[in-house]
């Protein structure tokens, strides 16, 4: 397999991945798109600003590739803690999620115009930060895709839509009665487990 092989599964694999996170967005009210569900303020459309951020680091920054454009609030300097990810009551759905599209074009232009070779460095890493492109990619879309499992979960914890994408949602079936028996048995065998380790 040549390099212009390997970038382009790379390529199209980070691309499939910030598809199923901006889809996990769609029908969902703004309420919806911004609570947060988890004990750590996770929600759906911080999760788009902060993965627009790791676009625009990693393969702008890295590469000597300035986004040009303003970031959202959240990635300045001496912005609190946890700020990258969530969205201010003043900004919009439309423009935390075009700004995520403007950074993975970004993103494409760096993925296209370098090798897989072409030496990055990461100014947040120290001494440690000097990279190749291929790492970056590999890096990014093990990001990507470990966020697109939290923005999984968080849409089905809101309204029970889970899965890949629209039309494949790579689940085994798609009948409510099956989930709810499916979830009954699970639960009843953490019930029966933990019987068991009490009794023990």
């Known amino acids: 397999m040549d390099e212009s092989d390997v970038k382009a599964d790379l390529h199209r694999y980070l691309q499939a991945a910030r598809e199923a996170v901006l889809w996990k967005l769609d029908a969902l009210s703004e309420h919806d798109i911004r609570r947060p569900l988890t004990r750590t303020g996770t929600n759906l459309l911080g999760l788009v600003k902060h993965l627009g951020g790791i676009e625009v680091g990693y393969f702008g920054d890295t590469f000597g590739r300035p986004f040009g454009e303003p ?21 919009t759905r439309e423009q935390i999620a075009g700004f995520y599209r403007q950074a993975c074009a970004h993103a494409d232009e760096t993925i296209g115009t370098l090798g897989l070779d072409a030496i990055g460095h990461v100014p947040w890493w120290g001494d440690q930060g000097e990279v190749r492109l291929h790492t970056m990619l590999v890096h990014v879309l093990a990001e990507t895709n470990r966020h697109a499992g939290h923005a999984d979960i968080a849409r089905e914890l809101i309204d029970g839509t889970a899965g890949l994408q629209p039309g494949n949602d790579n689940l085994p079936s798609s009948d409510e009665a099956w989930w709810q ?3 009954a048995r699970l639960e009843r065998i953490a019930q029966e487990s933990a019987m068991r380790e009490s009794a023990s």
């Open 181 to 183: 028996g499916h979830r």
């Open 71 to 91: 970031l959202p609030a959240g990635f300045e300097e001496e912005a609190e803690p946890n700020a990258e990810f969530w969205a201010t009551a003043a900004e």
